[in-house]
Every structure is written in structure tokens, then in C-alpha cells.
T-cell receptor, first 117, second 116 residues
Framework: GAVVSQHPSRVICKSGTSVKIECRSL??????MFWYRQFPKQSLMLMAT?????????EQGVEKDKFLINHASLTLSTLTVTSAHPEDSSFYIC?????????????FGNGTRLTVT | RKEVEQDPGPFNVPEGATVAFNCTYS??????FFWYRQDCRKEPKLLMS???SGNEDGRFTAQLNRASQYISLLIRDSKLSDSATYLC?????????????????FGQGTILTVHP
């Protein structure tokens, strides 16, 4: 079946550094990818929606200059957390929908657990 | 008010028990509804879609009441492997950058622990 690969699965970094998370669709082309964040004991919150070849659409309260999203190809989207701080420590998950349209299945990556020290 | 509300639990039940989860949503424009399960520190996985007529998948039964904006999930004959967090999810359609997409909004999740 369709697989979304997310890398790295876990990262620990120092405050002030930038971290890049990759999300790849392995056997389908994803025109739309979604980035979520989940703090402990809280729900997944949509951060932004990225469409291949265009700028990402950010949800209210998400800083686009801090969370840089690049969806340069139909199989790859990246999320860069710039100048990370301890409060950015969270579980980041991407998901992707194939080109079948808004009703096509949504596939989740296995998540990235970011810890900023 | 949260867009999707669930009782966080936890629900602790013995094997073989029947357990029901409830969920309410605030956006009447929501188009589609789902239950996902999420194991600890893992990504969510689709359990089942929820249809207005109600639907069943083995031991799992989902119900939707659009008038009350209420969704439920019933698990019969609980197994140890059912222990997880169950997420109520609603989808609405949006347009951005000339593309239509479905935005998923997740509930906080209900924690279920099935014990021997």
C-alpha cells in the first residue's frame, strides 16, 4: 500500500539551531501534504498545508518564518524549524494525499519527535 | 469551544467488555467523519469512516448524528490489542492556492486500556 516516509524519527538539538524534517511519499505522487504538531496529551494540530509548487498555507497562530515548508516536488515536502527553542519540542507528523483528489486516502508519516534542549 | 470534543478518559475495561466513545463537533459545515487510533508515540491510523446511516466493521460500530453534531464509536468484545487512544476526526473542505483540500481536525483523543 501507499507509504509516507518521514525522517528523522527522533532528533535532539540545542536551542537556537535549525532542524529539517523530511516527508516523502514513496509510491504515489502527493499534490498536497499536511504538517501537524502534537504536544503531550493533546490533539494533533494542523500547522500548515503545502501544495506542490506553491506557497504553504499556514494555520492561524503558526509562524511561517519559523516553520519553513518547502514542497518542491510531488514526492517530497520539508519542514524546517528555524532557531528552535525548548517550547518547540513536540511530535511533528506529516501526511500526504495522492493525486486522486480531496476524497483520496490520507497517509501519515511515522512522525518526528523533536526535543530542544 | 473546541472544534472537536471528546471525553479524554481514560477508560479502563476488562477483556470482553463493550465500551462506547462519544464525540461532538462544532462546525456544521463538516463534511466527513472518521475514527483514528493512535498508539503511544506513533502516528494515527485510520480505524473507520463514519457514515450517516451508521456503519459497522467487525467489532466496531460507528454512528453519526448530523443534527446533534455527534459521533460515536462502540467497541464490542474488547481485546488487549484495542488499548490505544481513539481520535475523533472531522473533515471540512477548503480552498487554498487554487487547490481544494480537506482539512482534518482532530479531537483530543480518548484513552482506552483493556486489561486481562
Amino acid at each position: 500500500g501507499a507509504v509516507v516516509s518521514q525522517h528523522p524519527s527522533r532528533v535532539i538539538c540545542k536551542s537556537g539551531t535549525s532542524v529539517k524534517i523530511e516527508c516523502r511519499s514513496l509510491d504515489f505522487q502527493a499534490t498536497t501534504m499536511f504538517w501537524y504538531r502534537q504536544f503531550p496529551k493533546q490533539s494533533l494540530m494542523l500547522m500548515a498545508t503545502s501544495n506542490e509548487g506553491s506557497k504553504a498555507t499556514y494555520e492561524q497562530g503558526v509562524e511561517k518564518d519559523k516553520f519553513l515548508i518547502n514542497h518542491a516536488s510531488l514526492t517530497l515536502s520539508t519542514l524546517t524549524v528555524t532557531s528552535a527553542h525548548p517550547e518547540d519540542s513536540s511530535f511533528y507528523i506529516c501526511s500526504a494525499r495522492d493525486r486522486g483528489g480531496v476524497n483520496s486516502p490520507l497517509h501519515f508519516g511515522n512522525g518526528t519527535r523533536l526535543t530542544v534542549t | 469551544r473546541k472544534e472537536v470534543e471528546q471525553d479524554p478518559g481514560p477508560f479502563n475495561v476488562p477483556e470482553g467488555a463493550t465500551v462506547a466513545f462519544n464525540c461532538t463537533y462544532s462546525n456544521s459545515a463538516s463534511q466527513s467523519f472518521f475514527w483514528y487510533r493512535q498508539d503511544c508515540r506513533k502516528e494515527p491510523k485510520l480505524l473507520m469512516s463514519v457514515y450517516s446511516s451508521g456503519n459497522e466493521d467487525g467489532r466496531f460500530t460507528a454512528q453519526l448524528n448530523r443534527a446533534s453534531q455527534y459521533i460515536s464509536l462502540l467497541i464490542r468484545d474488547s481485546k488487549l490489542s484495542d488499548s490505544a487512544t481513539y481520535l475523533c476526526v472531522v473533515k471540512e473542505y477548503r480552498n487554498a492556492g487554487g487547490t481544494s483540500y480537506g482539512k482534518l481536525t482532530f479531537g483530543q483523543g480518548t484513552i482506552l486500556t483493556v486489561h486481562p
